[in-house]
């Protein structure tokens, strides 16, 4: 029956491809390309081979003469078609980076040495023998038992490789996993496949396809090499992290931000920046080896690279590391005309001593690439987090939830005292959250993080609910106060729904829309103008009114102000801080003014001082607000503290 070669022939083609692209790519460093492009070439071979060996009495005489090459075709066959097995094996060892297991343990070991020295025993003492294979008088090819060696050692390696792939599962996406466990399937139905259509050699063929799938998928540089500067990126580096922590194998970060990034990509553009990187990553490269540590350079994106180095060495090596490139990003750098001045920040995580899973890592990630560091030194992750509320910080969403759950959100209130009428005529109502893990969490923490994962808009109308219910009870008619300040964070602003949803609460409890100033703050109205107009409009005709919280804090528009519909502009407690230096007080004495001509009320924040209340009543003011007079308090202490002060 005579042998079908196009599939052997199919998969020489397809693995040149694939072996072009691997080259074009660049992707013939590191462990795990290293042994993909081994897989590669053993299937190349044991492809080539296959055709050399079935290729006599096709295509070429078989004779006495030529039962030497045949031998020795058949015995590179068997020597690479078993050796893919092996490598495959050993691809996913590294994929998972756990080598070191290996060492470790004498059955793996064996395991992974034994099946194939035994297929190569079989073969060189095959000569004598004839275990595997021999030629008969007419010159034909015949198997001998000792082939089911070479099966075996392959079954067993694909086993092993399988139970491998599987403890280590949760390293890799769906996707990568399929792709990652094709090849036993494909290889054991193309030998059996084989077995039974023994002229239709597939089984290179079918192996090849499997590599073709990893190459798409897990091996994909598209997705894990940035395209300009030819290092890992994020995803990369996020898949290194998971990998270290799940093998619990220590290791040490070096975190570095380009500060001033974005403004080199604004003037220069995406290409000048590029090579401004590749020549950092080049310095970075340079200093490294320098110092005979061997790193993993990612690229996340922004101006911010990682180091990522085994964490057995010595700590002070990459202590020295870490403080070396920080001066050298402090340097002026020359780039073809330019000459440009770096500013970095780099920050040094030793895992799992400073954070112990990734999800941390990462979120520590994401809070040191927006944590300002004027000093200039090398931040140490330890201390970050112990200053920064750092877990605190990285739990918030579900610190959050837990607080909805279990109702452990409270409104206080602080006292606003009227100077011209010399009492307490309103007050602010400031949400409060008391977790069990962490206290008080300050609302300046959770708001931001509340407008992020969208549930400011429950905390925003549990906030509204509770002030129509104290204001509707009969405790605070006998309070006298005209009304109550709520906050309303840009998110809630830019809600369409807002303030159809606020007038139906405020009729529920029949609360005159009069008793409530709603505190808005200018950044709303940049984010979502005509939203947020429209809302107000709506308000306004309900009967509310408004204040402008926060005044003095950003670059304000007067233009864009005017264009509000206030009642109060409250002046930021920056304020009261400096109002006791002169040139402040000239700012102040006109910024009251002109807000007094336009007929605005004016309440000035965060005062804390009886030499500031005097100042602020010569300035003219009309309402002030600030510890001086009493902190937000508890709703009943905030009754009481009225009472006594009516
Ligand atoms: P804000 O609206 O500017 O509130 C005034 C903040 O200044 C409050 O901080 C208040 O406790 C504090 N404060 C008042 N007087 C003084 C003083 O004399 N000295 C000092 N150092 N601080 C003073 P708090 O309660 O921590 O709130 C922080 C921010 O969180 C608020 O700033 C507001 O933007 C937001 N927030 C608080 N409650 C709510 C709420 O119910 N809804 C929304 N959307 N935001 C809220
Ligand atoms: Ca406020
Ligand atoms: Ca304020």
Same mark, same amino acid.
């Given at each position: ?96 980076? %756990? ?349 931001? &993080? ?54 139906? %609460? ?69 304020? &009261? ?70």
């Amino acid at each position: 029956m005579e042998r079908v070669l196009y599939f052997d022939v199919c998969a020489i083609v397809i693995m040149l491809i694939l072996f072009a692209s691997i080259f074009l790519h660049k992707m013939t460093k590191g462990r795990i390309n290293r042994s993909f492009l081994y897989g590669v070439i053993c299937c190349l071979l044991a492809a080539v081979f296959d055709v050399c060996c079935e290729m006599f009495g096709i295509w070429l005489p078989v004779h006495e003469g030529n039962t030497w090459i045949r031998t020795l075709f058949f015995y590179g066959y068997f020597v690479f078609r078993n050796l893919t097995a092996v490598v495959y094996y050993a691809y996913l060892i590294s994929l998972t980076d %756990t080598w070191h297991k290996l060492a470790g343990s004498l059955w793996l070991k064996l395991i992974f040495a034994v099946p194939y020295s035994s297929v190569i025993v079989a073969l060189i003492t095959n000569p004598w023998t004839g275990l595997v294979f021999y030629f008969d008088e007419t010159l034909q090819y015949i198997r001998g038992d000792g082939i089911y060696i070479l099966y075996a050692s392959s079954v067993i390696y694909l086993i092993a490789g399988f139970c491998h792939l599987m403890r280590y599962r949760k390293l890799f996406s769906r996707s990568n996993l399929v792709a990652l466990t094709l090849l036993f399937p494909l290889t054991a139905g193309a030998v059996l496949f084989q077995f039974i259509f023994p002229n239709l050699l597939v089984e290179v063929f079918a192996t090849v396809i499997a590599l073709m799938f990893i190459i798409l998928t897990v091996q994909r540089p598209e997705e894990n090499v940035h395209p300009a500067l030819g290092i890992a990126n994020s995803q990369a580096h996020t898949f290194l992290i998971k990998r270290a922590f799940f093998n619990h194998k220590p290791f040490d970060l070096i975190l570095i931000r380009l500060v001033n990034h974005s403004s080199i990509l604004t003037i220069l553009g995406t290409e000048v920046l590029n090579q401004f990187l590749l020549v950092i990553i080049d310095n970075i490269r340079k200093l490294c080896e320098e110092n005979k540590i061997h790193a993993s350079i990612s690229y996340l994106e922004q101006g911010s690279f990682a180091l990522m180095i085994d964490g057995k060495r010595d700590m002070e090596k990459t202590e020295v590391l870490a403080k070396q490139l920080n001066r050298m990003l402090k340097k002026n750098m020359m780039m073809e005309q330019y000459m440009l001045s770096l500013l970095a920040h780099v920050c040094l995580v030793h895992c799992p001593k400073d954070i112990h899973d990734p999800q941390t890592l990462s979120a520590f990630e994401t809070s040191f690439h927006t944590t300002p560091n004027p000093s200039g030194k090398i931040i140490h992750a330890a201390k970050l987090i112990e200053q920064s509320n750092f877990h605190m910080n990285a739990e918030l969403g579900s610190i959050i939830s837990r607080g909805l759950a279990n109702h452990s959100f409270e409104v206080y209130y602080q006292p606003i005292y009227s100077i011209t009428e010399q009492r307490f005529s309103s007050a602010e109502a400031l949400v409060r959250l008391k977790d069990e893990v962490y206290g008080f969490v300050p609302p300046g923490l959770f708001i931001p &993080a509340a407008e992020r994962n969208g549930t400011i808009y429950q905390i925003g109308e549990y906030v509204f609910e509770e002030v129509c219910k104290f204001i509707k009870s009969d405790a605070f008619e006998k309070l006298n106060l005209t009304c109550i300040e709520i906050n309303l964070s840009v998110a809630q602003c830019m809600q369409t729904d807002l303030a159809a949803k606020l007038i139906e %609460t405020a009729g529920k409890y029949q609360v005159a829309p009069e008793k409530i100033n709603l505190e808005i703050t200018e950044t709303a109205v940049e984010k979502s103008r005509e939203v947020m107009l429209n809302n107000l409009d709506t308000l306004k005709n309900a009967g509310f009114r408004f204040s402008l919280d926060d005044y003095g804090t950003g670059y304000s528009n007067i233009q864009r102000i005017l264009a509000l519909p206030l009642q109060i502009v409250k002046l930021d407690k920056s304020f &009261a801080d400096q109002a006791e230096q002169a040139d402040m007080q000239i700012v102040l004495q006109n910024t009251i003014r002109m807000l007094r001509e336009l007929n605005l009320e004016i309440v000035v924040e965060g005062v804390e001082t009886k030499e500031q209340v005097d100042l602020m009543t010569n300035l003219n003011c009309d309402y002030i607000q600030g510890y001086h007079f009493s902190k937000p308090l508890p709703k009943t202490e905030f009754i009481t503290f009225i009472q006594k002060h009516l």
